[in-house]
Each structure stands twice: as structure tokens, then as C-alpha cells.
């Protein structure tokens, strides 16, 4: 009997060769996907839930290919349209998203992979598509791994203030927010931005150069602070009407929690307001050496803002779909100055930055439209919803205002050795533009979104905000 002769060795070759890269890229496919998963924190089959007001509620047909436009008031600047989505099983691999086309506008609005549900398209700019659209016109829609029901459905139409004849007063728990959230917002406005924390915590960026935490810390707040500062500049705001109040990153909730307390910072180790609030060179604050880190003072601080800026638009978090505990807590000591200074009267512009149930949310690629978060309430928080989109020329204003802020730039992470010997500089590059995209995605968005609300219920809505924070994660 002839024993079997035994595979060459070109061929065990060729089917390692085969094998191995497949196995590669099979691992990073089940280690990204785990990874995209693990940033959703509700079943994704759910439906959204939101209070809309009944008054901008228009009533619409929603067929296999579209819809017919409904009647529109002249002035009305935000459009939404209820959707209950069905992704296929090709959406295990692509991201799912709607395409609409009118003209020179094309629209496109991602969803959640495997995602199912009552969702909302943001249509507000077709408002203001050349030629304007009529009533009754017809607007097809495409979707790609992903259809719809085809039933009665609701359109959502807002009509806010005019911006360019408010005073306007920008919140920001951290440097940074304020240009993600709102610089569409404030660009060449009558504004003002006031940053509550320098952020010196999170990630070690500049651990590098400095050999403990502590001096990394103090250096890190140090260029956050100037950050908050000068960067507004790009949107046309003087540093004059910038101030950066000096509390310490992650303390806020502390501080509420015993409003007397003076809270010191975790990362630098001092409780002196000034360590950060020196770098200030407008006079909106009166100096004052001896303030220290308490509840009380920061709501005695934002009630002088207040009346000294008198702002008819207040930009700041929204505590119920925003999960950061520093955005939350802005919002509330806001509030409580607020009820103290019952001259300041206007609108509350509420945004989210940090998705409480989805920290992927805004989904899909940059310049794609920024939908709802995902929300799943009847929480009457809200009058009106305001989405704003960007003139080009703003996005690429906006674009560099964020790549101006030090702790986005992903090249501090690097150390040293990392960046001149053990990277080749192709693998290098190819990183950096990695992180890169990583950020800009969620935060580079032709729209900025923002729930409405006046500042005459500062009081109900704290008291509702109180019972139903959004959750951490």
C-alpha cells in the first residue's frame, strides 16, 4: 500500500499566508464591533420618546418612497419627521442611513446598526432649499440597509427667534464645549462665553513632559483655560467676553451636594480658584483673592454674569440627555441663578454633548444631519426645538476652532520615543489621522441642535431636571 504523500510545502505555505491575515482582520472585526456596541446603553430596538408640543405637530403620509411636503409657515427654521425604522441584516456590516435628495441639497441621516424603532429625520435644511418646496411636493427618500413603515406619520415644525437681535450668553462646562456645541451659535454674534471649569482631569495628555500627575494636571488646566479664552476668537468673540470661571474638572456634583463646602481639585491638589482664573483678561468677574470653590459661589458668580450681561439666549447643557455630571450640574446652578434674577428674561438653548444612552451619538460621518438623541421620555422639558445649520464658510471656522484645542489633538498621547523611533512615520501619520477622525466625526456636524425652552420656568425645569437626571456612564 502506497502511503499518501504529504503536502508540499508551498502549499502549507500559501494557506498560512491565506489564513493568517484573514484571522487578522477577523479579530479587529469582532473587537470593533464589540467596541461599537458597548457605547449603546438601551436596546437598540427601542422606540424614541419625546413630548413634542401639540401646536408643531403637522400630520403626514409616509409611503415606500417618501412623503408629500406639508403646508409651512414662512419663518419656520426646524423641521423633524417621525420614522419607524427596520435595518436588514446587512446593517452587521454597513452603517444604515437615509438619503434625501431635492435639488443641489442632499441629504443623509445614519442610524444605529441593527437598529429598530420609532426614530426622527432632521429635515430642517430643506427649509431653506432653492427653489423652496410647496406643499404637496413630493420628496423621494432612499434607504440604505434599512426601510420603514409605511403609515400616518407626524411632521414637527419650529419657528425660533431671530439670533442676530439677541444678546447671547454661552455656557461651558469645559473648554471645548462651547465651539462643539454652539459655535455655529455664537459666531459673529452679540455673545458672550463663560467656561466653568478649566478640565484639568481626564486623560494624562501631556504626561510626557512632566514627571508626576499632579504638574501634568496643572499644565493641562493651564492651556484649557487659555483655550476657553482665545479660541472664540475664530467666531469672531474677543477674548473681552470670554471668562473662564476657574472651578476644578469632576467637582461640580460635590459641590452641589454640600453647597458651603469648598471643594479642592482631585488632579492639582489646591482649592484656589485663582491657579486657573488668573489667565483671564476681561473684567465680566471683579477680582476677588480669596474666592473659593463652593456651590454658593458659583451660583453668586452666573447671577453676576447674569445681570451684568442681561443675555436673551442662554446656551448650556441639557441635564436629561447630556450624561456628564459636570454638563448637568452646569445647568442647574444656571437654574438656580436664574430664579434669583428675575430681570434676565429669554430663552434657554439646551444641548448635548456627551449622549447619555448613546456616547457614539451624533451617529454617522461628519457632515451628515445630527438627528435627536436617543431619548426615551415624555418629559415635557422642552417648547421648541432649534436646529441650526451652518454656512460652509462657519463649518470651516468651526472646524478649525476645534482642531485649535489642545486637548482634542491626539499627538500628545505619543510619547517621545514613540513619535521619533519605534513609529515609522507612514504608521505614524496613519494614527494620528485615526484619532483624528475619531473626533471630528461626532463633533464636526453642518448643525447644531438645541431644545428651546424660557427662562421663566427656570424653576420648574430645575426641579424637573433634579428628579430626573440622565444617567452616567
Request: aromatic share 16%; hydrophobic share 40%.
Amino acid at each position: 500500500m502506497e502511503t499518501p504523500q504529504r503536502p508540499k510545502k508551498k502549499f502549507v505555505l500559501f494557506w498560512v499566508l491565506i489564513l493568517i491575515p484573514v484571522c487578522i482582520a477577523a479579530f479587529f472585526y469582532v473587537d470593533s464591533e464589540n467596541r461599537y456596541y458597548e457605547t449603546f446603553f438601551y436596546n437598540l430596538h427601542s422606540d424614541y420618546g419625546y413630548a413634542f408640543p401639540k401646536d408643531s405637530v403637522s400630520p403626514v403620509m409616509l409611503g415606500k418612497n417618501g412623503f408629500e411636503w406639508p403646508s409651512v409657515k414662512t419663518g419656520t427654521d426646524t423641521a423633524f419627521l417621525k420614522i419607524a425604522i427596520r435595518t436588514d441584516w446587512t446593517s452587521l456590516l454597513f452603517l444604515p442611513y437615509v438619503e434625501i435628495r431635492y435639488h443641489n441639497v442632499v441629504l443623509k441621516q445614519y442610524f444605529e446598526k441593527t437598529g429598530r424603532g420609532i426614530r426622527y429625520l432632521n429635515l430642517s435644511t430643506l427649509l431653506n432649499a432653492t427653489p423652496s418646496l410647496a406643499e404637496g411636493e413630493k420628496l423621494f427618500i432612499k434607504g440604505h440597509h434599512l426601510s420603514w413603515d409605511q403609515s400616518a406619520s407626524e411632521f414637527y415644525l419650529f419657528q425660533n427667534p431671530e439670533i442676530k437681535k439677541a444678546k447671547i450668553l454661552i455656557l461651558a462646562p469645559h473648554p471645548d464645549d462651547a465651539e462643539i456645541a454652539a459655535f455655529g451659535l455664537y459666531s459673529d454674534q452679540d455673545a458672550y462665553i463663560v467656561t466653568l471649569t478649566a478640565g484639568e482631569g481626564g486623560k494624562s495628555n501631556y504626561k510626557r513632559f512632566f514627571g508626576n500627575s499632579t504638574r501634568q494636571a496643572l499644565f493641562k488646566g493651564k492651556i484649557r483655560a487659555w483655550d476657553s479664552i482665545v479660541i472664540p476668537f475664530w467666531g469672531g468673540i474677543s477674548p473681552l467676553r470670554c471668562y473662564n470661571l476657574g472651578y476644578f474638572d469632576e467637582t461640580l456634583s460635590k459641590m452641589f451636594q454640600n453647597p458651603s463646602r469648598k471643594i479642592s481639585s482631585p488632579f492639582v491638589k489646591t482649592a484656589d480658584l485663582n491657579t486657573f482664573r488668573q489667565y483671564n483678561v476681561s473684567d465680566l468677574l471683579p477680582k476677588d483673592p480669596a474666592q473659593e470653590p463652593t456651590w454658593n459661589n458659583l451660583v453668586a458668580d452666573l447671577e453676576h454674569l447674569l445681570t451684568k450681561i442681561n443675555p436673551s439666549i442662554i446656551v448650556t447643557p441639557c441635564p436629561v440627555t447630556d450624561g456628564h455630571s459636570d454638563h448637568q450640574y452646569t445647568t442647574l446652578a444656571l437654574l438656580e441663578a436664574l430664579e434669583r434674577t428675575p430681570t434676565v428674561k429669554g430663552n434657554l438653548y439646551f444641548y448635548t454633548v456627551h449622549g447619555a444612552y448613546a456616547s457614539r451619538w451624533p451617529f454617522g460621518t461628519a457632515k451628515s444631519a445630527v438627528s435627536l438623541p436617543p431619548f426615551f421620555s415624555k418629559l415635557p422639558f422642552f417648547e421648541k426645538i432649534y436646529s441650526l445649520h451652518l454656512p460652509l464658510a462657519v463649518y470651516i471656522r468651526k472646524y478649525f476652532a476645534i482642531d485649535d484645542m489642545h486637548d482634542i489633538r491626539p499627538v500628545y498621547y505619543l510619547n517621545m520615543q514613540q513619535a521619533t523611533e519605534a513609529f515609522p512615520s507612514l504608521l505614524q501619520a496613519l494614527y494620528l489621522h485615526w484619532k483624528g477622525v475619531l473626533t471630528m466625526r461626532r463633533w464636526l456636524r453642518m448643525d447644531e441642535l438645541f431644545f428651546v425652552a424660557p427662562m421663566e420656568k427656570a424653576s420648574a425645569l430645575r426641579e424637573m431636571f433634579l428628579k430626573n437626571l440622565a444617567p452616567e456612564h
